[in-house]
């Protein structure tokens, strides 16, 4: 496998009744690249990331993963094998604290029972240890040290997004999904949200972003694909994205396209 396929859409299509979801859709993702899937509402984007995560099945079509095919596998197996991804409803225990939320994201590394942590064994002590070392590194890498005792429930909504995307972190995957991760964010949650994604890529994660919020996904993105009625429109970097007239005409009606204000007044200069 080269870096150049680490993940690998090809042809995915998926049918819901006399809908066609997602049709012959493909797209490449490098080692170490955020890309960024932007569309109307409806287009198919979400509908993309359940079929990368194993959340849904493909009509047909192929996904490879690390040069393996890992097309129609099961969630647990998907995540287990690097891909994480968040949700767009926080998926929060909100009655825990931050820690503990990232505790219960690293579960699966459990490996002592009940029997060894009733007597406070050494090897109950030992992963005890290394469970801290583990949510420390995930509060470092959100920015969330200060947080760590709080109850979920009790954080600005800015934070419990920035606490899913430690959960979905806490597992270290090599590729994350995100999902709307800027929705309902005022601008300086987006800014915020903005920086940790770039730092996240700075650790070694490879990204794939669904997002609208056009500030963020000019902020962060190598390259852009666009859907639209669940078919690939347009493919390339924000500039060119930016200035597409058909992705401009995709997204009239829709009225969700709003280009930042460094796009806009780019434009303007070069007009004026
Ligand atoms: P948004 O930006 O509004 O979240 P989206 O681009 O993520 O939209 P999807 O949620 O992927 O769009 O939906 C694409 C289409 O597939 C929509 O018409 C949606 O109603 C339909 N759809 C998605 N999931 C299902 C399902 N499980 N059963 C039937 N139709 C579905």
């Excluded at 080269?2 to 998926?14: F, I």
């Excluded at 064994?121 to 200060?146: H, K, N, P, W």
């Excluded at 090599?174 to 730092?199: F, V």
């Excluded at 500039?239 to 930042?260: H, K, Q």
Aim: hydrophobic letters at 40%.
């Amino acid at each position: 496998m080269s870096s150049e396929n680490y993940l690998q859409v090809t042809d995915l299509t998926v049918k819901y009744g006399g809908l066609l979801a997602v049709n012959k859709f493909c797209m490449t993702v490098k080692q170490g690249e955020i890309v960024s899937l932007i569309g109307p509402n409806g287009a198919g984007k979400t509908t993309v990331l359940n079929l990368l995560t194993g959340f849904a099945r493909p009509s047909g079509g192929r996904i490879d993963f690390r040069g393996r095919d890992v097309t129609g596998l099961p969630p647990a197996w998907i995540a287990a094998n690097g891909i994480r991804r968040t949700f767009q409803q926080n998926s929060l225990m909100f009655d825990l604290t931050v820690g503990e939320n990232i505790r219960a994201g690293l579960h699966t590394r459990v490996s002592t029972g009940l029997f060894a942590s009733l007597f406070n064994s050494a090897a109950f002590r030992e992963e005890d240890r290394t469970m801290r070392i583990a949510v420390d590194r995930v509060l470092d890498a959100v920015g969330m040290q200060a947080q760590r005792d709080v109850a979920a429930r009790n954080l600005p909504f800015g934070d419990q997004r920035k606490l899913g995307i430690g959960i979905a972190i806490a597992a270290q995957p090599s590729l994350l999904l995100l999902d709307e991760p800027a929705a309902g964010l005022n601008p300086d949650e987006s800014a915020q949200l903005t920086a940790l994604i770039c730092r996240l890529r700075q650790d070694g994660i490879t990204i794939v972003l669904v997002e609208h919020d056009m500030r963020v996904v000019m902020g962060v993105s190598d390259r852009i694909v666009v859907l639209s009625r669940g078919e690939k429109l347009a493919e390339g970097t924000g500039p060119e994205i930016s200035t597409n007239a058909e992705v401009l005409r995709a997204y009239l009606g829709d009225g969700s396209w709003a280009m930042p204000a460094t796009v806009d007044s780019e434009h303007n200069q070069q007009e004026g």
